[in-house]
């Protein structure tokens, strides 16, 4: 086992990833202080989920598949790119708008729809190709059986699971939902700021097999 696949090399390298500030972790931040904790987690699972799709396909060899086929990989960059400019859309307008919110009125999204936007998020970003496809291919041998490709799924599914929902757990705690009504115009406009610069980036980038 030890000689086919580098656990804690792929450990160390998913949690800098997963860890990591971007689109995911904002969008779950941004959610839990907002929607509150259900709603946070229920994104975060959807993003988990996301993640172990990702995972799984990388582990399947569809990742190579993918990026030897560039339409396909062009086709999720512009779809990913896309959706992190709407959420930027939705973040500034948010931030743009004089509403007021009370920590008893944040409560109202559907967990469903935020799972789905959380699944949709991750599974529309093209980095997480790239990201999972690179991981295998650092750390498992070529003559690795399925039993240690379905250890570093179980493994990398687990640290995220742990991460993205402490994330949620984190910023749906009451300080922090507090300070997000008092400066909520604030934190939309740097969700927004930093939701468009992500799908930018997405748009920019020259993603090569």
Same mark, same amino acid.
């Given at each position: 086992?030890?000689?086919?696949?580098?656990?804690?090399?792929?450990?160390?390298?998913?949690?800098?990833?997963?860890?990591?500030?971007?689109?995911?972790?904002?969008?779950?931040?941004?959610?839990?202080?907002?929607?509150?904790?259900?709603?946070?987690?229920?994104?975060?699972?959807?993003?988990?989920?996301?993640?172990?799709?990702?995972?799984?396909?990388?582990?399947?060899?569809?990742?190579?598949?993918?990026?030897?086929?560039?339409?396909?990989?062009?086709?999720?960059?512009?779809?990913?790119?896309?959706?992190?400019?709407?959420?930027?859309?939705?973040?500034?307008?948010? #931030?743009?708008?004089?509403?007021?919110?009370?920590?008893?009125?944040? #409560?109202?999204?559907?967990?469903?729809?935020?799972?789905? $936007?959380?699944?949709?998020?991750?599974?529309?970003?093209?980095?997480?190709?790239?990201?999972?496809?690179?991981?295998?291919?650092?750390?498992?041998?070529?003559?690795?059986?399925?039993?240690?490709?379905?250890?570093?799924?179980?493994?990398?599914?687990?640290?995220?699971?742990?991460?993205?929902?402490?994330?949620?757990?984190?910023?749906?705690?009451?300080?922090?939902?507090?300070?997000?009504?008092? #400066?909520?115009?604030?934190?939309?406009?740097?969700? #927004?700021?930093?939701?468009?610069?992500?799908?930018? $980036?997405?748009?920019?980038?020259?993603?090569?097999?």
């Amino acid at each position: 086992m030890v000689a086919q696949i580098n656990l804690p090399l792929i450990l160390a390298a998913a949690l800098l990833a997963v860890a990591s500030p971007g689109p995911a972790t904002l969008a779950i931040a941004g959610t839990s202080m907002s929607n509150g904790r259900l709603i946070g987690l229920a994104m975060a699972s959807g993003v988990t989920t996301g993640s172990l799709i990702w995972s799984i396909a990388a582990g399947c060899g569809l990742s190579a598949l993918m990026l030897a086929n560039a339409w396909a990989l062009e086709a999720i960059r512009y779809f990913g790119a896309a959706y992190l400019l709407y959420l930027a859309f939705k973040s500034g307008h948010s #931030a743009l708008s004089r509403k007021s919110l009370t920590p008893q009125g944040l #409560a109202m999204a559907s967990p469903t729809r935020a799972y789905a $936007k959380g699944l949709a998020l991750h599974l529309t970003n093209p980095k997480a190709i790239l990201f999972f496809g690179s991981l295998y291919s650092f750390g498992v041998s070529a003559s690795a059986s399925f039993g240690d490709i379905a250890e570093i799924v179980a493994a990398v599914g687990a640290q995220s699971f742990l991460i993205l929902h402490g994330y949620a757990l984190l910023f749906s705690s009451a300080p922090i939902v507090r300070g997000y009504v008092r #400066a909520r115009r604030w934190f939309e406009g740097a969700f #927004a700021v930093a939701f468009g610069l992500a799908g930018l $980036k997405i748009l920019s980038a020259k993603f090569q097999s």
